[in-house]
């Protein structure tokens, strides 16, 4: 199943499945031109894996850690399928990054390796917008990586039934594609990932960790429209506007 999260018709906000001929809720279908599809979730905090493929720390020049490198951005990074997001003005280096998204489906802590699947609610798509500019000059990465509408997600979360572990992750800018990978690259899996995140800090429902991204990275332009698409999920769609 895709659960889908819209505002109807009547403004009413909706959590639904997403279906072939759009999206349903209490016995109606609604065509997805009527409605407003919204973030699928509303996290307290998206957890950033960095560096969780080989070839995308080589297209950087850099080495693949050896325990996840983690690093946070808070709710008002999350823009929704569909959206026109404002990137920060007078940039020289606005980029794009296809990511996985696990979404919690429940408060957890110190989880074990083996029972991490036990509080995955399903899969979603993130693009990891990043400011690389200010990245650069950074340690914490507020300015490279949290400002407003950092984080697209969406449009669903999808049963983790629906997402292979070797699914294909691509991202196309204006139709052309530009990532193309498999979640099989990962350096560390979903499984590890849980494990390491939550000996740290507790994960609540809703939350998102987006598992990184692989190589392919690349410059946005005012007026992009941007695509991510994980095998198994529907594809994310937004544009990009840079003052």
């Not at 999808?158 to 990978?181: M, S, W, Y």
């Amino acid at each position: 199943m895709y659960h889908v999260r819209f505002r109807d018709p009547a403004g009413a906000v909706r959590q639904g499945e997403w279906t072939d001929d759009g999206v349903a809720f209490a016995g109606t279908e609604y065509d997805l031109s009527e409605v407003d599809v919204l973030a699928p979730v509303e996290p307290s905090k998206i957890v950033c894996i960095g560096r969780n493929y080989a070839d995308h720390a080589a297209e950087h020049g850099a080495d693949v850690p050896d325990r996840p490198m983690l690093f946070l951005k808070g709710p008002n990074t999350v823009a929704s399928h569909g959206d026109v997001i404002t990137l920060p003005a007078g940039k020289d280096r606005l980029e794009w990054e296809a990511e996985l998204g696990v979404v919690i489906g429940e408060q957890c802590r110190d989880v074990d390796e083996s029972e991490a699947m036990d509080v995955v609610a399903g899969y979603t798509q993130v693009n990891d917008l990043s400011n690389r500019d200010d990245q650069r000059e950074e340690q914490n990465w507020i300015r490279g990586k949290a400002f407003d509408g950092a984080a697209p997600i969406g449009p669903v979360v999808a049963d983790p039934e629906h997402v292979a572990d070797d699914a294909a992750i691509r991202l196309r800018a204006n139709g052309e594609t530009k990532q193309d990978g498999t979640l099989d690259q990962m350096v560390f899996g979903v499984e590890e990932l849980i494990a390491e995140i939550t000996t740290y800090l507790t994960l609540e429902p809703g939350d998102v960790i987006a598992t990184g991204t692989p190589e392919g990275v690349g410059p946005l332009s005012d007026g992009d429209r941007v695509e991510v698409d994980v095998e198994g999920i529907p594809t994310l769609e937004h544009e990009v506007r840079i003052p």
